[in-house]
Every structure is written in structure tokens, then in C-alpha cells.
């Protein structure tokens, strides 16, 4: 373990997976509490380490979800006292789930039971949950190889959205994160499949949804919801659908609201998770998934007044939860960086379904300048963390250019 800044010290909460965006929001929302944390990650750029409010920096050895960075958790918990563990990245949530007992013993984890968990990580029995409680769900099939393909494509036609029926797979010893794919014909199907297949996991072939994607996120504990926040995403990454890079807070929807607090409770989600839908043409919502951890587009919530790390913070330390009754509407958000990913797949993908014309796709990403709205990163009393992003994606970028014009030229 490489420690970045000082020697260890006494925490109030150690942030794993560092490089990711919610992190940073939960780092700034504690130190600006004035709560002591510190951030790990496997690599020693992530933008959270840039952030003032960073108390301690810490490098693990290996992957998330590694024997090495087990070791160096443990570790780091005697060394430092840390009160809380957050985690939001799924692979090291995977390693906090297995050595459950072990770590409790050291720590209070922000996350929920493992009863909740076990149902929330599956799509397919989150959405039996669903079913049951009346929610619309999406026409699909449950596909476990390449070879249930045609019946899925006879029952649910084309297009379609391939999904992991749990987003990461771990066969063996190194764990893979897998995301959705949309399908629109036989042979991209059977590659969609067998991707995740190989992996010896089971995918949802679903009919494909293009409309709004909403989400509404709640703090809920012991029965009881203590603060709700709704979006909907313009922008995602990928385009189909993933981590929103665009997105607006709205009120909460009267029809999902309901739905979602109704699916959180019968699960028993304790602490915060994050709820998704997708309405069709006639606007009618059906349940895509549900994320039981701070999902990375979190920090539109904690601008619009729901400061959801603090809360989930209070929930696992045992503390008093605050209630929150009310947050700004209509502010927008931007994850610049994915923004440009998602605008370049989608002139790469044009006359795809659901994907907008090249034109459109260009002036769209232009005119969003010209709207007021906070971005991913940045904050004027804290710039070093987006500098830092900015630098990173530049260099990504560069690496994906040369790649591409390599590719080209051979």
C-alpha cells in the first residue's frame, strides 16, 4: 500500500474507489461537515485525492475485488479507526460482501443487508419483486446461452437490449463489470449473449424502451424515508443507457414515486438506492433496475439540497438521520467529459434505433454550453479535483485517437 499524504490518522469515513465521481461528492459533503475522510483507490490519479477536503490518500495493490486489496483494507482500517466504509464501484462491493464479518468487526458499512443486497444485485429477482408488486416491467426473456437466443428473438423480437442479469461476474479470480448492449439483429444478439455467458452469467433480452429514463433515489431506514430526490437523464453513456451525463432534477414523478418507495421498502433497502425507469411512447414507466449504492450521478442531488452521502453517513454510523422535505427543481448537470464519450458513440452509431441524426447529435452537444448548469468536478471552492479529470480524460483521449489512427493506417 503506497499512502499519498501524511501518515495515517484517525478517520470519521474511508471512501473506497476514488476514481469515481460519487466518491468525490462524498468526500466533499463530509469535510465540508467537517468530517474526516480519506479516499482509496488503485491508482494514484484519481481525482478525489485532489480534493482539499482529502484528509489522507491511500494506493491499494491489484483490482478492486483482490486478495492484495483485501489485505491492505484491513490494514488501513486498524491503522486508521476509520468509523465508516463507503463503496459504490461493484467490484469492491462484490469483496466487501464476501468478508462481511470480517470487516463489520472494524467498521460499520454503508450499505444494505445482505438480504437486500442479494435481491438488488439481480435484475431478474428485482424485477420479479416488481411484478409482484404490480409495476410494469419490460417484455423479456431470461437467456443463459448462446443457443436460447432464437427463442428469445421469437418472443421479444428486434431491436432489443441484451442485459447482464448482475452487472459484475467474477468466474474466476479477476472480476468483470458487463453492461447492456442493444441488439438489432440474430448475430449481434448470439455476440451479446455469449459475452456475458462466457463469463457463466444469465442475461435479461428485453424489448427495447427508448423513452425518458427516469430515476428517483430515496434514504430510507427502519421504515421510515427520510429525504427523495427525482432526475431524468437527456444524455447517457452509452448512448442506449448507463451512467447519465446529462441530466435535470425534477419533482417527483406521481406515478413512479409511489413505485419506488414501494419496491425499497418490500426489499428492505435500508440506506440509499437509487430506483431507474424507462417509459415507453406513450409515457408509461416501466422498471429498468434499482442500485442500492451511491450511483455516480449523485451530485446533482447534493446541489439541489438532498445531501444524500451525509445522510447515508448518519444512517451507518447509528446517528440521528436528518429529514429532508424539499430540494431546488430544474437545475441541470454535466459529466463533460462522459458528455463528449457519449456524443462521439453516437455519431458512431448513427441509424442505429434510438440513436439521433449526426446533425442533431452535434448542434444538441453545442447548445448545452449556452445552458446555465453545474458540472461534474468542479467547484469553485475546490478546482484542483476537476483539473485533475480534465488532464485525465485529455490523456485518455490522446491514447484513443492514436489507437483508432493506427488502426486505420495498418
Known sequence: ???????????????????????????????????????VATVDEAPTFASRWCRARFVFPGEEGSSAYLAALLELLERTGARVLFSSHDGTIALLRAHRACLERRVRLALASESALTVAVNKERTLAVARRLGL????????????????????????AVVKPNESWLQPEQHGSRVSSALVVTPDEARRAVEKVTELRGSVLFQRLLSGRREAVSVLYSNGEVYARFAQWALRTRPPLGGESVLRQSIAIPPDIGPQAERLVREIGIDGYSEVEFRRDSSRVPYLMEINARL????????????????????????????????????????????DIDTTISTLEERGRPGITPPLQTVLAFGLTFLRPMAYDYFDWRDPRPAVRASAEFSRDMMKRMGSRLRKALS
Open 1 to 39: 500500500m503506497v499512502e499519498r499524504r501524511g501518515e495515517a490518522m484517525s478517520l470519521d469515513a474511508l471512501v473506497l474507489d476514488a476514481q469515481l465521481r460519487q466518491s468525490l461528492v462524498t468526500v466533499r459533503s463530509l469535510g465540508r461537515r467537517r468530517l474526516t475522510a480519506g479516499a
Open 136 to 159: 410494469n416491467i419490460p417484455p423479456q426473456v431470461v437467456v443463459g446461452s448462446p443457443g436460447e437466443v432464437p427463442v428469445a428473438l421469437r418472443e421479444v423480437g428486434l431491436p
Open 295 to 338: 450511483s455516480a450521478s449523485v451530485g446533482i442531488a447534493v446541489r439541489a439540497g438532498v445531501d444524500f452521502p451525509y445522510l447515508l453517513y448518519q444512517w451507518a454510523a447509528g446517528e440521528r438521520i436528518d429529514r429532508v422535505d424539499g430540494y431546488r427543481i430544474g437545475g441541470w448537470m454535466r459529466h463533460l467529459g462522459g
